[in-house]
């Protein structure tokens, strides 16, 4: 049997494991695994099954969206459909795409499957999209008969921005690669594509008024390695070259097109320009501090806004959009007090300052592409000293400049750092490729709203969606791409999709899981799962004893309980893993996963910590109901000094809720709590906290949990057993907007069973 065969039988394996798993689960989510999730969904009973003989039946407009399924069709099920075009589709058709002019949100669609026949209709985008909602309802494998579950949707879009960046100038990628990168986006409803065209470390668009930037500007990883260009030391292997000619520039506008996902091109001025200046160096700044300072930044004469002019027209003769990034991120303005273009430039304009002489070129250019029926889209910075009057603003160093923007009553798409930055590591970042620090895992993309709480309806409004950026630094091939990209960029395309109400992080978690037979049906590489239950724990329990499955079939297991890092050189085992040894001492688990559908391993570990707990020494009494606590408000950022400073509040809580001040003037709100644990039935318990960062928590001053651990990263949680007796509790942590929402901690039987804090907690 060859391997491909092999594939097969295993992936119709999965099927059916997915499938018996959803006859015994109810909800809907269980068998309709759609992301991101309709806005109205309801199962019906039975199922369509889809054969060859099946007609998609469409009217004239969606008949290119009829030809899309219809190759999709043949490509992953080898099955060959006739498509026919009639006026009016008559309903004896299988499978329907009809188009309507109605005038709900752009992209919105109904989709119905019943046993009999498929409808989908929609507007403008909303076919395309319904054709979407069905592809993620077939089989994740070439299964006989093809049973899609019949269910009704009624669907469409919270935001009309729902975007993925792709940085090609750090690494370039081909056609190919952007146009697998399309599909993908297309199969989630992502719509804005992002392509980021030049940078320092390379110019990838065909100029033709300009042919040095893609002779020279093109080749920068080559001069760098003749040592004619600086050392690409940011780059993680010096980079790749490459760029693309004006026909690939309208193949894959025309393929994007194709998918409804419009490409944003980003021209990036002035700063990040190293490759431009490389190529035509007198559109760099005069003056700069030596033969080895990179001169990124664009002198602001005339030659150079002639020069933007030119390259911009050549642009806009592409790109059919009406946006165009022109950056502005990250500019080093410092060079242009030194350059005499620029003083000049701000005695003549009367600009106080460079943050003038920005303000002064963005607005120029804004102008132009005005003059050219564009808007212009720039990073936050193009806020500083003033912004262009009808720009749009990317926030990316936050939400600030967004904000700031939107009560402006500027566009604004949401890509703040660090949630949407896919370059983060997604996880423990010691166990990930290398990445920008702190990691980003996809329950903190998930979590992210881009209409802040600090915006009136009004403002909120001037908030188009929200997009994933990935830079490409550390990122050298398209595997590595996808792996970074995704499935974080699943949840992008929920949280951008879907309205707020119907996010359901859980559900989500379950339906991603589900996309892994679709990605290896696409060969997308992205990242594994992280095995749950890989916790950081504290016990004092003589035994460790846990079972770890995997939510992928499949799946297998290394591990070592030495601290040696496994690898693939170590004995496999499928899961579930049950490990039960003796805990005399602390010792680390550390996983290795494997899945058979792709090649990827990924790493986990975590501490086991033995700790000792004794009953509370003195004979108390007196213990009344609550804990109690302190709350200080200080700038003092070292937990050890706070004992000096006078509480601003004190207090009995008997909730395991925090407490909360107004957040103020920088200061940071401490909370210190003190009291006692009884337990009434000796047991074994377990103890959690719902924090995203971590509480320090103690019983008998044994550390249970460290404080400010990410608990998507380094989840902890502490298995005690206890006797029936009273123990004392203690712990602290800083209160912020966010944790004012968590639970700070929780007490749970051995048989989960939660546990009312008012029944066990006490102070003196
Ligand atoms: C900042 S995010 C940049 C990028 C870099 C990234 C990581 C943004 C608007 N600019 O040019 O790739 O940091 O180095």
């Known amino acids: ?40 969904l309801t199962a019906q009973k039975g199922n369509f099954i889809l054969t060859s003989k099946a007609i998609i039946g ?56 019943a046993p009999g026949s498929v409808n989908i209709s929609g507007n403008g985008a909303g076919v395309f999209y319904g054709v979407q909602s069905l592809i993620e309802l077939l089989p994740a494998s070439i299964i006989k008969p093809l049973k899609i ?60 008024k ?37 026909a690939e520039i309208r193949d894959v506008i025309k393929y ?70 022109i950056g502005g991120d990250e500019a080093e303005m410092i060079d242009w007090l030194k350059s005499p273009t620029a003083v000049t430039l701000m005695k003549k304009e009367g600009l106080k300052d460079e943050k003038g002489v920005q303000s002064y070129f963005i607005k120029r250019i804004e102008k132009f592409l005005i003059s050219k029926n564009k808007k212009l889209v720039g990073w936050d910075e193009i806020l500083q000293g003033g912004l262009a009057e009808s720009a749009t603003v990317m926030s990316w160093q936050g939400e600030a400049g967004g904000i700031a923007a939107a009560k402006m009553h500027h566009h604004v798409v ?97 339906k991603m899981k589900q996309q892994y037979g679709l990605f290896k049906l696409w060969d997308l590489n992205a990242r594994l799962p992280d095995i749950v239950g890989v916790d950081h724990i504290a016990t004092n329990k003589e035994q460790f004893k846990t079972t770890l499955k995997y939510p992928l079939l499949g799946a297998r297991l290394r591990y070592t309980l030495d601290g040696k890092m496994p690898d693939d050189k170590i004995q496999s085992v499928p899961f579930p893993v049950t490990i039960n040894v003796p805990l005399r001492e602390s010792l680390t688990l550390k996983t290795y996963t494997t899945w058979t559908l792709n090649s990827q391993h990924i790493m986990q570990t975590a501490n086991i910590r033995r700790i000792n707990i004794n009953a509370a020494k003195e ?64 047991g074994d318990y377990e103890f959690t906290s719902g924090f995203e960062l971590s509480p320090a928590l103690f019983i008998d001053n044994e550390p249970l949990m460290i404080k400010d651990k990410n608990t998507y990263v380094e989840p902890q949680k502490a298995i005690l057993h206890l006797k029936k007796d009273i123990y004392e509790f203690s712990g602290y942590y800083s209160a912020d907007d966010a944790n004012s929402k968590q639970t700070l901690f929780q007490l749970k039987t051995a048989d989960g069973k939660l546990l009312d804090p008012q029944t066990y907690l006490f102070h003196l």
């Open 619 to 682: 004979n108390i009494t007196n213990l009344k109901p609550g804990l109690s606590y302190k709350l200080i408000k200080t700038k003092e950022i070292n937990y050890a000094k706070l004992d000096t400073i006078t509480p601003a509040i004190t207090a009995v809580i008997n909730t395991a809720n925090p407490m909360v001040l107004p957040v103020t003037d920088g200061d940071i709100t401490w909370v210190k709590m003190n009291g006692f644990i009884k337990i009434d039935q000796e």
């Open 210 to 246: 300009y042919p040095r930037l893609t002779e020279v500007g093109a080749k920068v990883a080559l001069y760098a390695k003749e040592g004619k260009f600086r050392k690409l030391d940011n780059l993680i292997d010096g980079g790749n070259d490459g760029f693309y000619t004006k």
């Open 149 to 208: 579950t019949a269910c009704k949707i009624a669907d469409e879009p919270r935001f009309q921005w729902r975007g993925l960046s792709l940085d090609v100038c750090r690494h370039f990628f081909t056609v190919d690669e952007v146009k697998k990168y399309i599909d993908i986006m297309a199969h989630y409803k992502l719509n804005v594509l992002h392509w980021h065209l030049t940078d320092d470390e390379g110019w990838r668009i065909q100029i033709d």
């Open 58 to 113: 469409v009217d004239q407009q969606s008949e290119a969206v009829g030809t899309y399924l219809q190759n999709y069709l043949t490509q992953y099920y080898k099955l060959n459909l006739k498509l026919k075009v009639y006026p009016h589709v008559p309903t004896t058709v299988a499978i329907k795409l009809v188009s309507n002019n109605s005038k709900g949100a752009q992209g919105a669609y109904t989709l119905s499957v």
């Open 256 to 325: 994007a097109q194709d998918r409804f996902v419009t490409i944003l091109p980003e021209i990036e001025m002035p700063g990040h320009s190293e490759a431009a200046i490389f190529a035509y160096p007198e559109l760099g700044c005069q003056d700069s501090t030596g033969a080895k300072h990179r001169v990124r930044m664009l002198d602001p004469s005339e030659h150079t806004f002639n020069f933007l002019e030119d390259v911009l027209t050549e642009v806009i003769g592409l790109f059919p959009n009406q946006y165009i990034h």
């Open 414 to 510: 949401m890509t703040p750092l660090p949630y949407m930055y896919f370059d983060a590591p997604q996880a423990n970042e010691e166990l990930e490729p290398i990445g920008w620090n702190p990691p980003v895992t996809w329950q903190m993309v998930y979590n992210y709203e881009p209409q802040s709480s600090q915006l009136t309806p009004a403002e909120a409004a001037y908030i188009l969606g929200a997009q994933g950026n990935i830079w490409t630094e550390k990122i050298p091939n398209a595997p590595h791409l996808e792996y970074m990209v995704y499935p974080r960029a699943l949840a992008i395309a929920e949280l951008s999709w879907s309205t707020k109400e119907n996010k359901d992080i859980d559900r989500f978690d379950y």
């Open 1 to 40: 049997m060859n391997r491909s065969c092999k594939k097969n039988i295993f992936l119709k394996y999965i099927v059916l494991a997915v499938s018996c798993i959803c006859f015994s689960i109810i909800p809907v989510w269980a068998q309709i695994h759609i992301i991101p999730q309709p806005l109205h």
